[in-house]
């Protein structure tokens, strides 16, 4: 259902970016109505975001003053979204300044607010914007950590505005869940997995799957954005945008991803296997590529069982060579058969592979793989079994990240 939302853009080049955002929430049924700094029209006109939006454009608490809308918009919000938020108006915020409409929706804002911040690098390590963002931060509001990439000119680091896309994720997030994300995984490393992986049969050819790996940047995403210091192996994801403050390394085949997650899991506190990862590969691969001459017939593929990463991650943990790892988080999508239902299937799983918890997804009929929408169930060895219902990969991202800072808490 369409709720009321209030995108204020704050006066940097990023602005631009804001009006996509503001076509995808209207596009998600939402009513937006967008407030501009004065600095921001300096980059987009009113016009622009008036049309995108449906509604007027203000930026002075003098406009519409018999409704009070200073007071009114705030109070009526269901959400405000500040993006770009630049370095002064994170000042101004925190500051608890009304010198602008944004700025008094700001304090008169009882719902749920989320800033993206994007900035030159300077700015936003300087001692002045660190100390604003956490007084925000402490007072529950949301500030995305920028991403890091091109800036203005030809400076390059952290300050980049998120992609529209996440911002809009964060937006859709914050509204499902009606409080602020916690910083509770500050100080955790996260290793994530993605993606399906690809095992080469000859230099063009491969046997893979259809995961997009859109749930495991989702969960790598939420956890960098609660704190933690992610690591996202992304096993055939270059469609994909990188969550901001997420770095990302991309394998191809299971061999390579187990490798991967064998040099990087020591550093880690928890494991999220989201990957798809083929069972078996081609026992050779060809050096050139396979011809089909006219009168041959299809030559066999014989296939090798590639390694279990999950079940290996937990076998070197009870080898006491993961010292950190508190969480190793496997995901099962599973269909259910004339032995039992998609829990049963998922509950043999869960003892089989010997992780502390499994997100189980039921598939067939389209659901799951390549799409947005995500449903299921989360498994704890303990016993325990969460619905994680339906909604947005990343509204399920955020319950996993929920069951993994649990599971860190409870065992440091
Ligand atoms: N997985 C893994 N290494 C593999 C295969 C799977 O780490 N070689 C992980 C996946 O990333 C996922 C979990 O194990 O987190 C379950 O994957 P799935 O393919 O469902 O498990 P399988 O053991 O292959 O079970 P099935 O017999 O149902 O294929």
Same mark, same amino acid.
């Given at each position: 259902?369409?709720?009321?939302?209030?995108?204020?853009?704050?006066?940097?080049?990023?602005?631009?970016?804001?009006?996509?955002?503001?076509?995808?929430?209207? /596009?998600?049924?939402?009513?937006?109505?967008?407030?501009?700094?004065? $600095?921001?029209?300096?980059?987009?006109?009113?016009?622009?975001?008036?049309?995108? $939006?449906?509604?007027?454009?203000?930026?002075?608490?003098?406009?519409?003053?018999?409704?009070?809308?200073?007071?009114?918009?705030?109070?009526?919000?269901?959400?405000?979204?500040?993006?770009?938020?630049?370095?002064?108006?994170?000042?101004?915020?925190? $500051?608890?300044?009304?010198?602008?409409?944004?700025?008094?929706?700001?304090?008169?804002? %009882?719902?749920?607010?989320?800033?993206?911040?994007?900035?030159?690098?300077?700015?936003?390590? %300087?001692?002045?914007?660190?100390? *604003?963002?956490?007084?925000?931060?402490?007072?529950?509001?949301?500030?995305?950590?920028?991403?890091?990439?091109?800036?203005?000119?030809?400076?390059?680091?952290?300050?980049?505005?998120? /992609?529209?896309?996440? !911002?809009?994720?964060?937006?859709?997030?914050?509204?499902?869940?009606?409080?602020?994300?916690?910083?509770?995984?500050?100080?955790?490393?996260?290793?994530?997995?993605?993606?399906?992986t690809r095992e080469p049969l000859d230099p063009v050819r491969f046997i893979g799957n259809?995961?997009?790996?859109?749930?495991?940047?989702?969960?790598?995403?939420? &956890?960098?954005?609660?704190?933690?210091?992610? #690591?996202? !192996?992304? &096993?055939n994801? #270059?469609?994909?945008? *990188?969550?901001?403050?997420?770095?990302?390394?991309?394998?191809g085949s299971?061999t390579?991803?187990?490798? #991967?997650?064998?040099?990087?899991?020591?550093?880690?506190?928890?494991?999220?296997?989201?990957?798809?990862?083929a069972?078996f590969r081609p026992s050779a691969v060809a050096e050139s590529k396979m011809k089909k001459d006219a009168d041959s017939e299809p030559s066999r593929i014989d296939l090798v069982? *590639?390694?279990? !990463?999950?079940?290996?991650?937990?076998?070197?943990?009870?080898? $006491?060579?993961?010292?950190?790892?508190?969480? !190793?988080?496997?995901?099962?999508?599973?269909?259910?058969?004339?032995?039992?239902?998609?829990?049963?299937?998922?509950?043999?799983?869960?003892?089989?592979?010997?992780?502390?918890?499994?997100?189980?997804?039921?598939?067939?009929?389209?659901?799951?793989?390549?799409?947005?929408?995500?449903?299921?169930?989360?498994?704890?060895?303990?016993?325990?079994?969460?619905?994680?219902?339906?909604?947005?990969?990343?509204?399920?991202?955020?319950?996993?990240?929920? &069951?993994?800072?649990?599971?860190?808490?409870?065992?440091?």
């Open positions: 259902m369409g709720k009321r939302v209030i995108v204020g853009v704050s006066g940097g080049i990023a602005a631009y970016k804001a009006c996509s955002l503001v076509r995808q929430l209207k /596009e998600a049924g939402h009513q937006v109505r967008v407030m501009p700094t004065e $600095s921001a029209l300096n980059f987009v006109g009113a016009a622009t975001f008036e049309a995108l $939006s449906g509604e007027p454009v203000r930026t002075g608490v003098f406009a519409d003053v018999p409704e009070v809308a200073h007071v009114r918009l705030g109070q009526g919000a269901d959400l405000v979204v500040v993006a770009p938020a630049t370095a002064d108006l994170l000042a101004r915020a925190a $500051s608890g300044r009304a010198d602008d409409l944004l700025t008094a929706t700001l304090l008169t804002a %009882h719902c749920p607010v989320l800033f993206a911040p994007a900035m030159h690098t300077e700015m936003w390590l %300087h001692p002045a914007t660190v100390d *604003n963002v956490a007084t925000l931060r402490r007072r529950g509001a949301v500030v995305l950590d920028p991403a890091s990439g091109r800036l203005t000119g030809a400076d390059s680091g952290p300050g980049r505005l998120p /992609e529209p896309d996440e !911002i809009a994720a964060f937006a859709e997030l914050l509204l499902a869940r009606g409080d602020a994300l916690p910083r509770d995984l500050t100080g955790r490393r996260l290793l994530i997995t993605a993606g399906g259809l995961s997009s790996g859109k749930q495991g940047y989702a969960v790598a995403r939420v &956890a960098a954005q609660r704190g933690a210091e992610v #690591t996202l !192996i992304g &096993a994801t #270059t469609g994909l945008v *990188n969550p901001a403050g997420v770095d990302v390394v991309p394998v299971a390579q991803l187990a490798e #991967t997650v064998a040099k990087l899991a020591p550093e880690a506190d928890a494991l999220v296997m989201a990957a798809a990862v069972d069982r *590639n390694d279990d !990463i999950l079940a290996a991650t937990v076998r070197a943990r009870a080898d $006491s060579e993961l010292p950190r790892m508190a969480a !190793i988080v496997g995901f099962a999508a599973e269909t259910g058969d004339a032995r039992g239902d998609v829990l049963f299937h998922a509950r043999a799983k869960l003892a089989r592979k010997g992780c502390d918890l499994l997100v189980v997804n039921a598939v067939g009929n389209g659901r799951a793989f390549e799409v947005d929408d995500n449903a299921g169930w989360l498994l704890g060895a303990d016993g325990s079994e969460t619905v994680l219902g339906h909604g947005s990969k990343t509204l399920m991202a955020s319950r996993i990240v929920d &069951a993994v800072a649990g599971a860190l808490r409870e065992r440091s």
